[in-house]
């Protein structure tokens, strides 16, 4: 089992930019949740994905978006990129009735 | 809105001291919690989870927790640490009933020193 599994681990964009961000759940869970954890900080929910749909949102702006495929995979999209969106962004899996999440390994986002 | 407490930024121990880190929770219901641990640069590892029944859990690495619901805490503990686990850990509370967004604390760092 692959676990959940992000791409790319790091990536550089400049401020103003768009970027993409891939999640690949663990096998046999159907949820998706996206999180952003700035340096020294706790990570803060940012959305989840459930039947490729937006279920529940954190207090993020609407450049921040998602989409999940019928293969459960998920992308985080953000535009307009700030140097505040600078952060480490993790992706978790879980099963529908099941709270446990599990994460992957993270993308390293840098806005300069 | 569940919120999680960690009032501990840093903690110093000693190899081979015992561990004990805070956690407070805020929610109306029983939640399920969480401790999770994360290395530099990493994601994060599940240590234990507490979803009901038995109030004292184990968890992988050693450490357990105890959910006390008249405090509403649900406190880390390990009996000897080892220089390895010098790490970053979070608390989190999750939503029971299906929907599964969970909220974390902002975290205790622990060093460990020989």
């Not at chain 1, 401020?15 to 706790?42: E, I």
């Not at chain 1, 709270?99 to 992957?104: Q, V």
């Not at chain 2, 406190?75 to 999750?94: I, M, Q, T």
């Not at chain 2, 939503?95 to 622990?110: D, H």
Request: with cysteine; charged share 15%.
């Amino acid at each position: 089992d692959a676990g959940v599994t992000q791409s790319p681990t790091h990536l550089i964009k400049t401020r103003g930019q768009q970027v993409t961000l891939r999640c690949s759940p663990k096998s046999g869970h159907d949820t998706v949740s996206w999180y952003q954890q700035a340096l020294g900080q706790g990570p803060q929910f940012i959305f989840q994905y459930y039947e490729e749909e937006e279920r529940q949102r954190g207090n993020f702006p609407d450049r921040f978006s998602g989409h999940q495929f019928p293969n459960y995979s998920s992308e985080l999209n953000v535009n307009a990129l700030l140097l505040g969106d600078s952060a480490l962004y993790l992706c978790a899996s879980s099963s529908t009735w099941v709270p446990e999440a599990f994460f992957g390994q993270g993308t390293r986002l840098t806005v300069v | 809105a569940q919120s999680v407490t960690q009032p501990d930024i840093h903690i110093t121990v000693s190899e081979g001291a015992s561990l004990e880190l805070r956690c407070n929770y805020s929610y109306g219901a029983t939640p399920y919690l969480f401790w999770y641990v994360q290395s530099p640069g990493q994601g994060l590892q599940l240590l234990l989870k507490y979803f009901s029944g038995d109030t004292l859990v184990q968890g992988i690495k050693g450490f357990e927790a105890e959910f006390k619901r008249s405090q509403s805490s649900f406190n880390l503990r390990k009996p000897s640490v080892h220089w390895s686990d010098a790490a970053e850990y979070f608390c989190a509370v999750g939503l029971s009933g299906g929907y599964q967004k969970v909220t974390f604390g902002t975290g205790t760092k622990l060093q460990v020193i020989p």
